[in-house]
């Protein structure tokens, strides 16, 4: 009887726990949700989002001036003045709201300087100075991606249809399409708040969207409509777009970086590049970029690339190839970013891998829009060898936050950005309870609505190769160790049939190039040109 009683109270205190403990998930969800509603109606209205007092702090400036002591140079970079060190970004510490601390400030990361090099760089006193040193000043985007309609509808140029799109004097709107930026002159008065935001009307005429265009303005692209953004209802155009900086490390993926030059041309308003001297196997190699840069192949972009060069291997990075390769994204980002100027907290900082290609429309949905949550991931098309061996799945890497997250959560390194425990990270907590926003992860995109490409070992024969000799020493195996697999004619053969290295072949489903989101739209209107990699040339 009396061990009866006291399993019946042991039952009882484990009931009463597993009650307490539903309680207690009750009452968190109803607070999220509640936080969520919350978060909805401030972002509806710039004049609540303004009484945040949250990150947009300090004033939106508009028409900004050179740094003292720097000067314009050709390619619309600035040269480092003697007292840039004291300046700098000094406004940035205000905007993050750090205190005394200046982001800026910090050393680089200590990489032990363990293997260094002197290489030749470009003549100090030539035209194109110490290109490593230079800053570039972020400005804001003129061109008029909204219009307003006599009806006074504000809609997005691009995604509405032509005979919808009339300005104030009746005159159609001549819509802006794929990478052209035609300055289009069209009445768009709408009062603006303090922040480049404009005020809602109480009654919204909707604009009519052609194919691929979602929302009243028709400014929401396909894969971000069928993406898992929790706000979709609270999206709203800005006034006065984002400014967008895509940051990549480059070794051999010219004709990617050009697919990426070309994609998000009229997107991003700064491409942070960064080269090494070392492969990330931490073996010397020549400074190709940099001499592709210099002989004008890039002259096309050269206005927006700010280049960051690594002249050092990070110590323990030949033991463990993973030290290498993280490095390689935390010099970018801390180097790359001390260089900016002008940054504002909500403007969007974008890591990506030379392979990884962001498609142009998901991207430009993060310049021109309020309301998303942040951090964000891009659904990618997986590739091996070349486009048209298509792999089973999406790869979906953390890539985009703004620059404030950037600093107040991930500390400025960019590969802490790639990683997905930012919830963990001891500035998350505050940096939610600053902002008054509910940080949310969501992926541009959707397994079967691609967002962008990652098109790996997407090389020829020799371009394979010798990414097996300078591939870094952490996964294994390590191919490039091996002979045989560095052998052209094996190579080849992998191309011919999507086989690995490994001796396994994939099942691949088939691709045709007409098929949506094949491929980056500048390959495919140069399809003689890039056939190797949008064609199997061992078929």
């Given at each position: 009887?009396?061990?009866?009683?006291?399993?019946?109270?042991?039952?009882?205190?484990?009931?009463?726990?597993?009650?307490?403990?539903?309680?207690?998930?009750?009452?968190?969800?109803?607070?999220?949700?509640h936080?969520?509603?919350?978060?909805r109606?401030?972002?509806?209205?710039?004049?609540?989002?303004?009484?945040?007092?949250?990150?947009?702090?300090?004033?939106?400036?508009?028409?900004?001036?050179?740094?003292?002591?720097?000067?314009?140079?050709?390619?619309?970079?600035?040269?480092?003045?003697?007292?840039?060190?004291?300046?700098?970004n000094?406004?940035?510490?205000?905007?993050?709201?750090?205190?005394?601390?200046?982001?800026?400030?910090?050393?680089?990361?200590?990489?032990?300087?363990?293997?260094?090099?002197?290489?030749?760089?470009?003549?100090?006193?030539?035209?194109?100075?110490?290109?490593?040193?230079?800053?570039?000043?972020?400005?804001?985007?003129?061109?008029?991606?909204?219009?307003r309609?006599?009806?006074?509808?504000?809609?997005?140029?691009?995604?509405?249809?032509?005979?919808f799109?009339?300005?104030?004097?009746?005159?159609?709107?001549?819509?802006?399409?794929e990478?052209?930026?035609?300055?289009l002159?069209?009445?768009?008065?709408?009062?603006?708040?303090?922040?480049?935001?404009?005020?809602?009307?109480?009654?919204?005429?909707?604009?009519m969207?052609?194919?691929?265009?979602?929302?009243?303005?028709?400014?929401?692209?396909?894969?971000?409509?069928?993406?898992?953004?929790?706000?979709?209802?609270?999206?709203?155009?800005?006034?006065?777009?984002?400014?967008?900086?895509?940051?990549?490390?480059?070794?051999?993926?010219?004709?990617l970086?050009?697919?990426?030059?070309?994609?998000?041309?009229?997107?991003?308003?700064?491409?942070?590049?960064?080269?090494?001297?070392f492969?990330?196997?931490?073996?010397?190699?020549?400074?190709?970029?940099?001499?592709?840069?210099?002989?004008?192949?890039?002259?096309?972009?050269r206005?927006?690339?700010?280049?960051?060069?690594?002249?050092?291997?990070?110590?323990?990075?030949?033991?463990?190839?993973w030290?290498?390769?993280?490095?390689?994204?935390?010099?970018?980002?801390?180097d790359?970013?001390?260089?900016?100027?002008?940054?504002?907290?909500?403007?969007?900082?974008?890591?990506?891998?030379?392979d990884?290609?962001?498609?142009?429309?998901g991207?430009?949905?993060?310049?021109?829009?309020?309301?998303?949550?942040?951090?964000?991931?891009?659904?990618?098309?997986?590739?091996?060898?070349?486009?048209?061996?298509?792999?089973?799945?999406?790869?979906?890497?953390?890539?985009?936050?703004?620059?404030?997250?950037?600093?107040?959560?991930?500390?400025?390194?960019?590969?802490?950005?790639?990683?997905?425990?930012?919830?963990?990270?001891?500035?998350?907590?505050?940096?939610?309870r600053?902002?008054?926003?509910?940080?949310?992860?969501?992926?541009i995109?959707?397994?079967?609505?691609?967002?962008?490409?990652?098109?790996?070992?997407?090389?020829?024969?020799?371009?394979?190769?010798?990414?097996?000799?300078?591939?870094?020493?952490?996964?294994?195996?390590?191919?490039?160790?091996?002979?045989?697999?560095?052998?052209?004619?094996?190579?080849?053969?992998?191309?011919?049939?999507?086989?690995?290295?490994?001796?396994?072949?994939?099942?691949?489903?088939?691709?045709?190039p007409?098929?949506?989101?094949?491929?980056?739209?500048?390959?495919?209107?140069?399809?003689?040109?890039?056939?190797?990699?949008?064609?199997?040339?061992?078929?």
């Amino acid at each position: 009887m009396v061990i009866h009683r006291t399993t019946m109270r042991r039952h009882k205190v484990f009931l009463f726990g597993t009650l307490a403990l539903c309680v207690l998930s009750l009452l968190q969800y109803c607070k999220a949700l509640h936080h969520m509603l919350m978060l909805r109606e401030l972002y509806t209205s710039s004049v609540n989002l303004e009484a945040l007092g949250f990150l947009w702090r300090g004033n939106v400036r508009s028409g900004m001036k050179p740094l003292p002591g720097s000067r314009p140079s050709d390619t619309g970079l600035w040269e480092p003045g003697d007292d840039r060190g004291e300046q700098g970004n000094a406004e940035v510490e205000r905007w993050i709201g750090h205190g005394s601390e200046d982001p800026w400030g910090k050393e680089q990361p200590d990489s032990g300087n363990v293997n260094r090099m002197t290489v030749t760089l470009p003549d100090p006193n030539g035209p194109w100075g110490e290109l490593h040193k230079r800053s570039f000043h972020l400005r804001d985007d003129p061109t008029p991606f909204f219009a307003r309609t006599k009806s006074g509808a504000y809609c997005f140029r691009e995604g509405t249809e032509m005979a919808f799109l009339k300005d104030d004097s009746g005159q159609t709107v001549q819509a802006a399409r794929e990478g052209q930026r035609k300055i289009l002159h069209a009445q768009q008065e709408e009062p603006k708040s303090a922040h480049g935001k404009y005020a809602q009307r109480k009654r919204l005429v909707k604009c009519m969207c052609r194919q691929g265009w979602h929302g009243p303005h028709c400014g929401i692209p396909t894969m971000v409509q069928h993406s898992n953004l929790p706000t979709k209802g609270s999206l709203m155009p800005r006034m006065v777009p984002r400014r967008v900086i895509n940051a990549i490390n480059i070794n051999h993926e010219f004709d990617l970086l050009h697919a990426r030059f070309h994609e998000l041309a009229d997107t991003v308003d700064l491409f942070l590049v960064c080269e090494s001297n070392f492969t990330a196997y931490g073996k010397s190699k020549q400074l190709h970029f940099l001499r592709l840069l210099l002989n004008g192949t890039y002259n096309y972009m050269r206005h927006k690339i700010l280049y960051v060069f690594l002249d050092h291997f990070p110590k323990g990075g030949q033991q463990n190839g993973w030290i290498a390769d993280d490095y390689l994204r935390t010099f970018l980002s801390y180097d790359g970013m001390s260089r900016v100027q002008g940054a504002r907290p909500d403007d969007v900082f974008l890591i990506n891998d030379a392979d990884e290609i962001p498609a142009r429309e998901g991207i430009l949905f993060l310049k021109l829009y309020d309301g998303w949550t942040e951090p964000v991931s891009i659904h990618m098309r997986k590739s091996l060898y070349g486009f048209f061996w298509r792999q089973p799945g999406t790869l979906d890497v953390h890539s985009a936050c703004t620059v404030a997250m950037l600093f107040a959560v991930y500390d400025g390194d960019g590969i802490s950005l790639r990683r997905r425990d930012y919830y963990s990270m001891p500035g998350f907590r505050n940096y939610q309870r600053e902002s008054g926003h509910i940080l949310v992860h969501w992926s541009i995109g959707s397994p079967v609505h691609y967002a962008g490409w990652h098109c790996s070992w997407c090389f020829r024969p020799e371009g394979i190769s010798h990414k097996l000799i300078s591939a870094q020493n952490g996964d294994f195996p390590r191919w490039g160790d091996y002979v045989e697999k560095r052998d052209l004619n094996y190579i080849k053969g992998l191309i011919q049939t999507g086989g690995w290295f490994d001796g396994s072949v994939g099942e691949y489903p088939s691709t045709d190039p007409k098929e949506p989101m094949y491929a980056p739209k500048y390959l495919l209107k140069n399809f003689p040109l890039y056939r190797y990699i949008l064609e199997n040339p061992y078929a």
